[in-house]
């Protein structure tokens, strides 16, 4: 059964991350298109697992839902898995999104509204005055997406990681909450 849902906007539902979601993270992430824009390993499912550690990340899944499905108890049938966001270290310091959606809804604007509810819940739920996001320079579209919510660049990590065949330098984003209140 999917997971409780968490927030809702007007195309996509964020809900929570749950056991039988495994399965399709593990694909999803394992997938070239998606492995290498966001330099993951591959790992099995039994490397991905739900932390009860009050200071995990927030996981978050995005779904697309029907129109007649059951908010409280849909079937899965009702609900399509498109992808995953994480709101991470904001038990200590500064919350840092990772996000992705699989490739055959990019350029469909579901990125932007998935981002969009992740920021509206960090700040409703963390005393932050600020969002973090990492892209690598070579990772035209999520920094494009950065970029449109308001996140301005505040740094590079030069060459920090080798991701499909070449050493690619991680581009530092940052959001302040008065800069996104600003826009509402």
């Known amino acids: 059964m999917p997971g409780a849902i968490v927030t809702s906007g007007e195309r996509v539902?964020?809900?929570?991350?749950?056991?039988?979601?495994?399965?399709?993270?593990q694909r999803a992430a394992a997938n070239p298109e998606l492995r290498y824009t966001l330099g993951n390993p591959v790992m099995n499912r039994e490397q991905y697992e739900i932390s009860d550690d009050c200071n995990a990340p927030d996981q978050f899944l995005v779904c697309l839902e029907s129109d007649d499905a059951d908010a409280a108890d849909p079937d899965e049938d009702d609900i399509t898995r498109i992808g995953q966001?994480?709101?991470?270290?904001?038990?200590?310091?500064?919350p840092e999104l990772g996000y992705w959606l699989i490739p055959d809804?990019?350029?469909?604007?579901?990125?932007k509204e998935s981002v969009s509810l992740a920021?509206?819940?960090?700040?409703?739920?963390?005393?932050?005055?600020?969002?973090?996001?990492?892209a690598f320079d070579c990772n035209d579209a999520s920094r494009g997406l950065l970029e449109s919510l308001g996140f301005v660049e505040e740094g590079r990590q030069r060459k920090l990681m080798y991701v499909d065949g070449a050493h690619r330098d991680l581009v530092r984003y940052g959001?302040?909450?008065?800069e996104w209140l600003a826009d509402d």
């Open 85 to 94: 966001i994480s709101v991470a270290d904001a038990h200590y310091k500064r």
């Open 13 to 25: 539902t964020l809900r929570t991350v749950e056991t039988e979601d495994i399965p399709f993270i």
């Open 105 to 111: 809804v990019h350029g469909e604007g579901y990125g």
């Open 175 to 178: 959001l302040l909450r008065e």
């Open 119 to 134: 920021i509206d819940y960090a700040f409703r739920t963390y005393d932050t005055p600020a969002i973090g996001a990492g």
